[in-house]
């Protein structure tokens, strides 16, 4: 008999009780965080924007270091994704960041086909994570995450609009990353030709309905400061691991004959402002949103279509595994069936060819049992044939004996035939003897 | 998964170890960055969705754990079974309540579940009496699977899991009785065990400690692996913080819910007519090491054991267990053992 009964207290359902004195649970938050530093974070940024843009500066920039690359050229083929890892420690935190770049994106002649492999990279790393957590046996906990937090989108400093390459692109990518876009280069646009490109670039994302990466701002703490930022986007920005001296001070900085744009002075470009949203306030938001919606959708989709579906909570559930096993026996059979009907095939088709064969094979034999027997026939008249040419030989030479005989009877009473076998001889002086003597001349 | 794991799509992937650290002076080599603005972000973020936390409280009628449960959380978590004036009830079999409350401290919001099991270790014969514990812990990790690989899931799962179970020891002051043993050796196994000695204001303090080494002792014979167990201990900071905790326990524990009059200040204890006993005052009793692990040190980890260990184990049986058909004994979800001896 079941000994369990489990009786819930609905009176007291989630009701709030006060505290008569400090417990101690407002440690909590500390107690989470100090775990995740002593895994470390991992943050993982993906650059999309043409060869020569500025994407290695900025990053250097970004991250006030000098990460090492070899700038690209611009013969590549197609475009190809390079990730570099690096570990930065500031205080007590321990970053992993991966850095992802697009190389030769917008080299080519034909772009059709160049959003693919970058679409392909960011599916690969939530395909990784997807398999690692569908695994038996899993550890998630010590997961290196390797799936893209942030899509720095680098936009040419035209002044004009965006390129239809970029529009295309970044529609391929918003259900899939956070897209952050910047105009790259921001020094080489006048301030009131900047107003008009963000507008524009703005309201072109808008109306190909590009969702863009929205700073949140449903946390009282940053949703001021969120929202002010948004005004500003795309954030205009130029990078410079360059110094130089501006007052008393050394500033990053790219010099001109004509001044010096100083990249952290908010009235020359964007910089500071994306710094702030990047690192300072969104960075664990980036992290949230990519785990819990962009891999979460991905994670729908994939198990969508491989064909599992959720079932209603009244019926019986069935495990993942056991379905993926189900679907597995089921495609095997479906292997097996093809595979038999394959032999199935086979084996008719032989036996088709073997009867072709065996039908030749007979029309052969017989063709040769004709021919022989025609041959035979051949040769029975040829010896019949023969016989009878023998036969007359035997005649002729009898013939033959005969008429030497008389010849030569004739010889003996013939002498004064001489004379006239002279004459005849003269007659037919060309005459062999032996015919003579036979034609008695 | 059939099909082999594909490599990410990255044609050239270098992991380069380059350690940019500020130098030892102090002063940031390059220069200042923000990402340790990291840590704040989180902590809002988790201030934001709050906490949840699942504990068990087992042991005999009369041990004192409705009254523990309270002085833990300062509140009325749980009701006492026995009132004055009333009967109290022992069920038959061991039946599981469980109470949910939400209570906040500086901003931090928790929600705390206690599930007592009465009429535990109270019958005549109490052979099996594990198995409903058993079967409800089964059953949350269960609920918690079936969340997780739904196809459309929620952005939270509701964890109802039991992150830490406290068995109640009388403090008999000589060994491990057969059911402490029992329970606390099947139990180890899923889920974190926490032994205390309750109605610890019994024993002398030279009475306590012969009982500890006792107990400890007798853990060890039976292999038995409580919280905080040693096989998962992270680094070796934490090695060293849990061997102290593992010299200690199982703690000595009194509760009380009412306050008196001591040197002048109010304290919560157990007026007696040779003194008060001070609950707080680590000299009368080990409560507050108690609190302090299951709750100001310790409580994060108790949960993320609970998810990384006990429920990984738990969906590896079951995913394991899922190609085998057919009906599996008693306990739980299809394929759990009784005594958990699948393991």
């Known amino acids: 008999s079941p000994c369990f009964g489990l009786r819930k207290d609905t009176s007291d359902d989630l009701r709030n ?88 994106f917008g080299d080519q002649i034909n772009k059709d086909d160049s959003y693919k492999p970058i679409v392909e990279y960011i599916d690969a790393q939530f395909e990784a994570y997807l398999q690692e957590e569908l695994k038996i046996k899993r550890s998630l906990f010590n997961y ?40 790259a280069k921001a020094d080489t646009i006048a301030k009131n030709e900047l107003h008009k490109f963000k507008s524009k670039i703005m309201s072109e994302l808008v109306s190909n309905g590009v969702q863009i990466y929205q700073f949140p701002t449903d946390e009282e703490t ?65 992290r949230e949103q990519t785990h819990t919606r962009h891999y979460e959708l991905y994670r729908r989709c994939k198990l969508e279509e491989m064909g599992f579906k959720d079932t209603d909570p009244d019926s019986k559930p069935f495990s993942l595994q056991e379905t993926y096993e189900a679907k597995r026996n089921e495609f095997l059979g479906e ?40 041959h035979q026939e051949e040769k029975k008249k040829v010896e019949d044939k023969k016989k009878e040419l023998e036969e007359e030989l035997n005649n002729f030479q009898k013939k033959k004996a005969a008429a030497q005989l008389l010849q030569s009877q004739a010889q003996q009473a013939g002498s004064q035939q001489t004379k006239k076998d002279k004459d005849k001889k003269k007659v037919f002086p060309f005459l062999p003897k032996k ?6 001349l | 998964m059939e099909r082999s794991m594909e490599p990410p799509a990255v044609p050239e992937e270098e992991m380069m170890p380059l350690s940019v650290a500020p130098s030892p002076a ?36 009369g041990l004192g754990k409705s009254t523990m449960v309270n002085t833990l959380f300062k509140s009325k978590v749980s009701r006492k079974a026995s009132q004055p004036g009333q009967e109290e009830h022992i069920p038959k079999t061991v039946q599981l309540q469980s109470v949910t409350h939400v209570i906040e401290e500086k901003g931090v919001k928790m929600k705390l579940t206690v599930t007592d099991t009465p009429g535990f270790g109270d019958q005549i014969n109490n052979e099996n009496c594990w198995d409903p514990i058993i079967k409800y812990i089964n059953e949350q990790y269960e ?13 939270k799962i509701p964890d109802t899991r039991v992150h830490g179970c406290v068995y109640f020891i009388p403090p008999t002051g000589h060994w491990l009785r057969p059911l402490d043993l029992e329970f606390m050796r099947r139990l180890s196994k899923i889920v974190n065990v926490v032994p205390v000695i309750a109605k610890a204001d019994t024993l002398t303090l030279d009475e306590r400690a012969e009982f500890k080494q006792r ?55 157990r007026k007696t007519k040779w003194g008060i006993i001070e609950v707080e005052n680590p000299a009368h009793c080990e409560f507050p090491l108690l609190r302090d692990l299951l709750i100001r040190s310790h409580l994060q980890d108790l949960k993320d054991i609970t998810h990384n260990v006990h429920y990984e184990s738990y969906r590896v049986r079951r995913l394991n267990e899922s190609n085998r058909p057919g009906p599996s004994p008693h306990n739980g979800p299809p394929g759990k053992g009784g005594d958990g001896s699948d393991l």
């Open chain 1, 335 to 374: 292997l097996q069936k093809k595979e038999d009907e394959m032999r199935q095939m086979f084996v008719m088709r032989v036996k088709e060819k073997e009867a072709e064969l065996k039908e030749a094979e007979k029309d052969l034999h017989e063709k040769f049992d004709h021919l022989k027997r025609t």
């Open chain 2, 26 to 61: 102090g002063c940031q080599l390059f220069g200042y960055v923000g990402i340790e603005a990291v840590l704040d972000q989180m902590k809002i973020k988790t201030m934001k969705t709050g906490f949840e936390f699942n504990i068990m409280v087992v042991g005999q009628s």
């Open chain 2, 215 to 269: 107990i400890q002792e007798d853990l060890k014979t039976h292999a038995i692996s409580v919280y905080p167990q040693e096989d998962f201990d992270q680094d070796p900071d934490d090695r060293v913080l849990n061997d102290l905790i593992r010299e200690k326990i199982p703690f000595a524990v009194v509760g009380a819910d009412q306050e008196h009059q001591v040197n002048g200040k109010r304290v919560l204890g």
């Open chain 2, 143 to 155: 609920r918690y699977l079936r969340e997780e690989i739904l196809i459309t899931r929620k952005r």
């Open chain 1, 144 to 183: 290196h995450d390797t799936r893209i937090h942030a899509c720095l989108y680098f936009i040419a400093p035209t002044g004009h609009s965006l390129k239809s390459l970029d529009l295309v692109t970044m529609k391929k990518l918003d259900s899939k990353v956070n897209i952050i876009p910047i105009i």
């Open chain 1, 222 to 286: 940053v949703a001021e400061i969120n929202a002010t930022m948004s005004v500003h986007l795309p954030f205009a920005v130029v990078g410079s691991t360059e110094e130089v001296k501006i007052g008393n001070k050394m500033a990053k900085a790219r010099q001109y004959p004509w001044g010096v744009v100083q990249v952290e002075n908010e009235n020359h470009c964007d910089f500071v402002k994306l710094r702030e949203m990047l690192i300072r306030v969104n960075m664990e938001d980036l």
């Open chain 1, 17 to 104: 009780l006060s505290l008569s004195g400090h417990v101690g649970f407002d440690s909590l938050p500390d107690q989470l965080v100090n775990k995740s530093t002593s895994q470390g974070f991992c943050f993982n940024i993906l650059c999309v924007g043409e060869t020569g843009i500025g994407k290695s500066t900025l990053m250097d920039t970004l991250f006030n270091t000098k990460f090492e690359s070899e700038p690209a050229t611009h013969n590549e083929p197609g475009v190809r994704l390079k990730a570099r890892s690096y570990e930065l420690q500031e205080s007590n935190v321990r970053l992993k960041l991966t850095i992802v770049d697009t190389v030769g």
């Open chain 1, 435 to 440: 015919w003579r003597a036979m034609l008695s």
